[in-house]
């Protein structure tokens, strides 16, 4: 697989490189995909890549920010409406579902579309078919469906303000792109990438940036880290990038600082002075003891990571298919 994916898709970390191998079979299905992950990781490019991988170069790739449109205006901005429908409008619009017809249509912020505009979007996708704003014909559109959030859909579901039915058929094919911390082998790669686009004159990082590079936790992931580099390379009065002037030096948002941030829950763990207890008075053999110490040891991975289970499972190590398991075990 090459290495460089696009400006923000890059990497050799084992994490990247199973991510990107299931991208390449997403891309060759084309089937309606979630793409999941923190702020800043590159889920929009990530789509643009998917877009050109899986199809003709002159299909149109449409992005639609659902965040950014207003409730009033999403109906009509997506099915497009006709002219007169509603006050405002006059004149007849397509949508940006028509005009992404044959191609792909780029839902970002999936999370933030109302209730009302989700199931309709459900529609759509369950049958191609759609109606404009104030009008009675039906129209079809054959559109590869592309949809980002940043938040635990399945979060959202529970408080009601996300429809399960929904979620289920955007999750066709579901990517989840690891926040930048869990890239180790990628960081670097990534700044010398950044550091060479804005610049073939400057030389490399020092050592002492390189060191601050691995041990910052990167909040904002790979946008913050770009925009770290750029900045440090068009103001940078030598030859070489260091620490201070990624402006790295004194920050306290260290990987280390960040697992501190995000202890296991007191109430999901089991005290040491406690697990023989399990089998002294409760009977238990120590299969079950340990079975259940597995149980919550998973639960509070589930929690510190806001119930987003593919997480979950990295942080502890094992697939995803496991953990089920072990927590479906009586």
Excluded at 131 to 152: C, I, P
């Amino acid at each position: 697989m090459e290495q460089v994916i696009s400006d923000v898709v890059i990497g050799e970390s084992a994490v990247m490189r199973d991510m990107m191998s299931r991208a390449e079979l997403v891309a060759k299905a084309r089937k309606t995909t979630l793409i999941t992950g923190p702020t800043g990781v590159g889920k929009d490019v990530l789509a643009s890549w998917l877009h050109r991988r899986g199809q003709s170069p002159d299909a149109p790739f449409v992005t639609v920010n659902c965040g950014a449109l207003p409730e009033s205006l999403i109906e009509s901005e997506l099915f497009g409406h006709l002219r007169g429908a509603f006050t405002g409008a006059q004149d007849t619009r397509k949508g940006l579902i028509k005009n992404a017809a044959g191609g792909t249509l780029f839902l970002d912020e999936i999370n933030s579309l109302c209730l009302n505009a989700q199931s309709k979007l459900l529609r759509f996708l369950e049958t191609g078919e759609y109606r404009r704003v104030g009008s009675d014909h039906l129209e079809y559109a054959n559109v590869w469906v592309l949809a980002a959030s940043n938040r635990n859909l399945q979060n959202e579901v529970q408080r009601g303000s996300f429809r399960e039915d929904l979620l289920f058929r955007l999750a066709v094919m579901h990517l989840d792109i690891p926040p930048l911390r869990m890239r180790d082998g990628d960081i670097e790669l990534l700044a010398r990438h950044f550091l060479t686009r804005v610049s073939n004159d400057l030389g490399t990082f020092t050592p002492r940036a390189v060191r601050a590079i691995y041990k910052y936790a990167w909040p904002g992931n790979v946008r913050e880290l770009k925009a770290r580099v750029e900045r440090a390379a068009y103001l940078s009065r030598s030859s070489t990038i260091d620490m201070a002037d990624l402006e790295l030096d004194g920050l306290e948002s260290s990987k280390e600082l960040i697992m501190e941030k995000k202890p296991l829950k007191k109430t999901s763990s089991i005290a040491l002075s406690d697990l023989y207890q399990l089998i002294e008075k409760e009977g238990l053999t120590l299969g079950d003891a340990i079975a259940r110490c597995e149980k919550a040891i998973i639960q509070a991975a589930l929690d510190v990571e806001h119930g987003n289970r593919t997480q979950a499972a990295r942080r502890l190590g094992i697939h995803v298919r496991t953990m089920f398991k072990k927590l479906a075990n009586e």
